[in-house]
């Protein structure tokens, strides 16, 4: 029989995942095959070239564009700083000497005897990639980057903003249905990544950018609180680059929606841990979820706890959350598979499922309509 699988998100308490960590041109790996690295740590480092800065000597001293050599104090290749005498005349009275200082810190790239230009170079810009997560490094790529692979607690999100930081986990609510207000903001949460739970205000922002808290985490936000954070209208494009701040990841959509029982659990558990989060994401081709990665520090599984096995399928029983209006947002169990196609409001004929809710309330819901809470 074949399986209808509807991909979802992962909430695990335990599970392997490798994140592969490449350079955006060549450079040195500093890190081999078998090493323990820390999320901080730089795995592998490059050089970005420095900005250019053309000037026209020729035009300046009033010389003919082949002759600016001679007027060249400091040669191709030479390092300048910055107000140095890069070029001068020589006349008769030196009341006309005309001197020419370099603009900046950085070295003569070249001189052209055609136009009487020459390029002046800043020094490079070192460019350091951090490992991302504590784990070992398992695979190696000369010059390129490396990948590292990690035993951890692993939830991902609907959607995040901000890059990739890390941090101490605070859970800053007592239940998964209560919003983050800016009153249960502290000053001891600065770098922490703060949990909250159904929602979180523009004003909460404020206050979180305020007090330096390194990440946050809830089930819903208002887009309107979004666009104003931002100050624009996210497209369809993948996030991960914006400078709010902090890094925001939603666990659960947008609105005042309850996180989800299990991720408030598993977040709870580890509260006090580091973790490392990102909020990059992509939902067209390629997805990328946000996710919240706790690294297991010495490598082993708790007792009792095993690795979620590759799902075929949807089973009974699997925990569901509805993507689709009336019940957005909603979280409950599958409690029946139909395996005949059945008319749906819309007149339609579509493959269903029985979802039973928390409350003893059963629905029967479009299969396309629903996404796996997977590492149940």
């Known amino acids: ?24 041109l060549p450079g040195t790996v500093l890190v081999a095959v078998g090493d323990r690295v820390q999320s901080n740590q730089p795995v592998a480092r490059a050089e970005l070239p420095g900005k250019v800065y053309p000037l026209n000597l020729a035009n300046q001293l009033g010389v003919a564009p082949d002759e600016i050599k001679e007027y060249l104090i400091k040669k191709e290749g030479e390092v300048v700083r910055k107000d140095e005498i890069l070029a001068e005349n020589k006349p008769l009275i030196k009341w006309f000497k005309t001197e020419i200082t370099s603009p900046i810190t950085g070295t003569v790239e070249s001189l052209s005897t055609i136009t009487g230009q ?20 398992v695979e190696v790529y000369p010059r390129q980057g490396v990948t590292i692979e990690a035993r951890c607690s692993l939830v991902q999100g609907i959607f995040g903003i901000g890059g990739e930081t890390s941090g101490v986990l605070a859970i800053a609510v007592a239940k998964p249905d209560e919003a983050l207000t800016p009153a249960h903001l502290k000053a001891d949460m600065k770098g922490k990544i703060v949990v909250g739970g159904s929602f979180l205000s523009a004003e909460t922002m404020s206050k979180a950018k305020e007090i330096g808290v390194a990440g946050l985490v809830v089930g819903g936000i208002h887009d309107k609180d979004l666009r104003a954070l931002l100050g624009y209208d996210l497209g369809v494009a993948i996030t991960g680059t914006e ?7 939603l666990t659960e959509g947008f609105g005042t929606i309850p996180m989800a029982q299990k991720t408030f659990a ?14 990059a994401t992509q939902i067209r081709a390629g997805v990328i979820r946000p996710e919240i990665i706790i690294a297991k520090s010495d490598g082993a599984a708790p007792s009792g706890v095993a690795v979620v096995p590759q799902r075929a399928g949807i089973r009974i029983g699997d925990p569901v959350r509805i993507i689709r209006d009336p019940l957005f947002g909603k979280i409950g ?3 029946a598979l139909p ?29 396309t309509n629903i996404e796996v809470i997977e590492g149940a």
Do not use: C, N, W
């Open 339 to 367: 395996s005949d196609l059945q008319k749906i409001p819309t007149e339609s004929d579509a493959r269903v499922l029985e979802v039973r809710f928390p409350d003893g309330q059963v629905a029967v819901i479009p299969r």
């Open 1 to 24: 029989m074949a399986h209808s699988y509807t991909p979802g998100l992962t909430v695990t308490e335990q599970t392997v995942i490798r994140r592969r960590r490449q350079l955006p």
């Open 333 to 335: 169990e599958v409690s």
């Open 266 to 279: 598993l977040l709870s558990v580890h509260a006090g841990e580091k973790a490392a989060i990102s909020g």
């Open 118 to 137: 020459v390029l002046l170079r800043e020094p490079p810009r070192v460019l350091e990639l951090l490992a991302y997560v504590d784990g070992t490094v």
């Open 243 to 249: 400078q709010v701040g902090f890094t925001l990841i």
